[in-house]
């Protein structure tokens, strides 16, 4: 890998990632709300998902020495990883997408996850708490009138606004929008999409 390379592919995020994560859905609690996800009712099944088909996943991601481009041989190489029942013929049914509806709505929705959205969504909620500290820290004189005079009225409307508001901020800003912090083993990808949509095509119904 080259040190350009290396230095791209180190400044990238993951999304939902499984790895070194004690406790999945405490770590992410997103992944509950999603009702693909919930139904799964498998903590394993839904890091076989990750490892599938989220974009961030090292064997999704495109600029990854991990990249697999070809989609059965990623549910092989993820069931070989996560799946602790090591069946030879489940592995191959699954390779050539034998599986059931709900893991097969799971897989196309984790591909559906979006790094730059959830980033971005990231930005604003930083910066709306950064403009309620503002705010706070300024007092009732970011409330002037055209004479200069503060304004009590529209200040305490501000800070009670902000105050009712403060705990969901932080409990977003808390959650991440799921997301982590880039390593050398994993990260952000913008293909492979169409892999996945090719492969999921040829399920049986």
């Given at each position: 890998m080259t040190?350009?390379?290396?230095?791209?592919?180190?400044?990238?995020?993951?999304?939902?990632d499984?790895r070194g994560?004690?406790?999945?859905?405490?770590?992410?609690?997103?992944?509950?709300?999603?009702?693909?996800?919930?139904?799964?009712?498998?903590?394993?099944?839904?890091k076989?998902?990750?490892?599938?088909?989220n974009?961030?996943?090292p064997?999704?991601?495109i600029?990854?020495?991990?990249?697999?481009?070809?989609?059965s041989?990623?549910?092989?190489?993820?069931?070989?990883?996560?799946?602790?029942?090591k069946?030879e013929?489940?592995r191959?049914s699954?390779?050539?997408?034998?599986?059931?509806?709900?893991?097969?709505?799971?897989?196309?929705?984790?591909?559906?996850?979006?790094?730059?959205t959830?980033?971005?969504?990231?930005?604003?909620?930083n910066?709306?708490?950064n403009e309620f500290?503002k705010?706070?820290?300024?007092g009732?004189?970011?409330?002037?009138?055209?004479?200069?005079?503060?304004?009590?009225?529209?200040?305490?409307?501000?800070?009670r606004?902000?105050?009712e508001?403060?705990?969901?901020?932080?409990?977003?800003?808390?959650?991440?929008?799921?997301?982590?912090k880039?390593?050398?083993?994993?990260?952000?990808m913008?293909e492979?999409q169409?892999?996945?949509?090719?492969?999921?095509?040829?399920?049986?119904?």
């Amino acid at each position: 890998m080259t040190e350009v390379f290396k230095d791209n592919y180190e400044n990238k995020i993951t999304i939902f990632d499984p790895r070194g994560v004690k406790d999945y859905l405490r770590e992410y609690p997103d992944l509950s709300e999603i009702k693909e996800f919930k139904e799964l009712k498998s903590i394993t099944l839904l890091k076989f998902v990750w490892w599938v088909s989220n974009p961030t996943s090292p064997i999704v991601d495109i600029t990854s020495p991990e990249y697999i481009e070809d989609f059965s041989e990623r549910i092989g190489y993820a069931y070989d990883l996560v799946i602790n029942d090591k069946s030879e013929s489940q592995r191959n049914s699954w390779k050539d997408g034998e599986l059931e509806p709900k893991l097969k709505d799971a897989i196309k929705r984790m591909s559906k996850i979006s790094p730059n959205t959830r980033d971005r969504a990231r930005e604003m909620v930083n910066d709306a708490f950064n403009e309620f500290e503002k705010i706070i820290k300024q007092g009732k004189n970011s409330f002037l009138d055209k004479n200069g005079t503060p304004d009590y009225k529209k200040y305490v409307d501000s800070v009670r606004g902000i105050v009712e508001n403060l705990e969901y901020l932080i409990k977003v800003k808390e959650e991440g929008f799921g997301i982590s912090k880039a390593t050398i083993d994993g990260k952000e990808m913008t293909e492979g999409q169409n892999n996945i949509a090719r492969f999921l095509k040829s399920f049986k119904e």
